[in-house]
């Protein structure tokens, strides 16, 4: 070894400390930070309500990843005014009260949240053109229960078939429901609806052509969603709502949101055992079950087939549940 150090000099070995400021660990308190309502997100912006007036904000740096969306609750700070070209700063979510999710398909890990802060789901579907999905209604109940949001089935175009057939599925279900018409006799009379809104903060769901936009053009007059058709040949709607968006109900101290047309309303985030909760009049069916049982088709002595066999249960509804509990399950045969 050089002479110039010995074995035992280690402070020569040592690297040099580097002598840049080390960072702070404080973060603002945000103190002048005010209170607002996400009304619309589009592209990266938000549109807020603050005060009665809209705000244009975007979301600062430190909230990262953590996504925003129609109905949070957020602090803001930066220019509030609401004037053109004017640009607030969204600094903290709320912690919200409920959480409206689906994911794209039933295997998808992707969760997407719809909107928060909402304790009501309106599960809006036409009678005819389109024609009722019944998995898709039985779907989003299953989201509005595991969301700890209530459910109330709201049902258009009365005027094209008879409410019965579909309410003869779900009136066992004690699901609240309404129906209304856009043409002929109580035409356009929302009265009931009005009062099942009133004091809630609503969202609407259902497929594209079933009239949700309709709808909030006549319950908010000034809304002006754009209306669109169904396809004759496909039985389809067009996509006409592009966002979900906040709107506060006149008179009734309330709110809704209406949301785009939804094709598919995946759970892969509701865990299978949670399913058959979203069915209470087939989870009671089930209490003689044996230990283990997943109330799928094949179970041995499940409940459900013998409450089918002895006339107790709707095999539809029987069905249904356990098309939705194999698709969450991940089986092929879906």
């Known amino acids: 070894m050089s002479g110039r150090y010995s074995e035992h000099d280690h402070e020569h070995y040592e690297r040099p400390r580097r002598r840049t400021r080390p960072r702070t660990k404080d973060r603002p308190t945000y103190a002048d930070a005010v209170d607002a309502r996400v009304v619309t997100v589009d592209r990266g912006r938000f549109t807020l309500l603050l005060e009665g007036r809209r705000v244009m904000a975007m ?58 802060n909402a304790d009501q789901l309106v599960v809006v ?43 003869s599925t779900y009136r066992s279900l004690g699901v609240p429901w309404v129906v209304t018409r856009l043409r002929g006799e109580g035409a356009g009379d929302l009265a009931e609806l009005r009062e099942r809104l009133s004091g809630r903060t609503s969202v609407m769901v259902g497929h594209s052509g079933v009239g949700k936009s309709t709808l909030v053009n006549a319950l908010v007059p000034d809304a002006h969603r ?11 709607g067009r996509h006409t709502s592009t966002s979900a968006y906040l709107l506060e109900l006149p008179g009734a101290d309330g709110w809704i949101i209406d949301t785009p047309g939804i094709r598919s309303f995946g759970l892969a985030h509701v865990q299978p055992e949670n399913l058959i909760e979203a069915f209470p009049d087939l989870d009671e ?50």
């Open 59 to 116: 979301k600062s740096r430190p909230l990262g990843r953590k996504g925003v969306v129609v109905g949070d609750r957020v602090r803001v700070v930066g220019d509030t005014s609401g004037a053109d070209g004017s640009l607030a700063r969204i600094v903290e979510v709320v912690e919200r009260t409920t959480t409206l999710r689906r994911t794209a398909d039933d295997d998808d890990p992707v969760e997407r949240v719809i909107v928060s």
């Open 226 to 236: 754009e209306v669109g058709i169904v396809n004759a040949v496909t039985g389809r």
């Open 125 to 167: 579907t036409a009678l005819a053109d389109p024609e009722p999905r019944p998995r898709l209604i039985d779907r989003a109940l299953v989201a509005a229960y595991d969301a700890g949001m209530s459910p109330l089935l709201c049902m258009t175009k009365s005027d094209l078939a008879d409410p019965e057939t579909l309410l």
């Open 285 to 334: 069916m089930t209490e003689t079950c044996p230990r283990g049982c997943t109330h799928g088709a094949g179970e041995p002595e499940c409940g459900l087939d013998e409450a089918v066999a002895a006339g107790e249960a709707d095999p539809d509804r029987v069905e249904s549940f356990r098309r939705l509990l194999a698709a969450r399950e991940g089986a092929t045969d879906w």
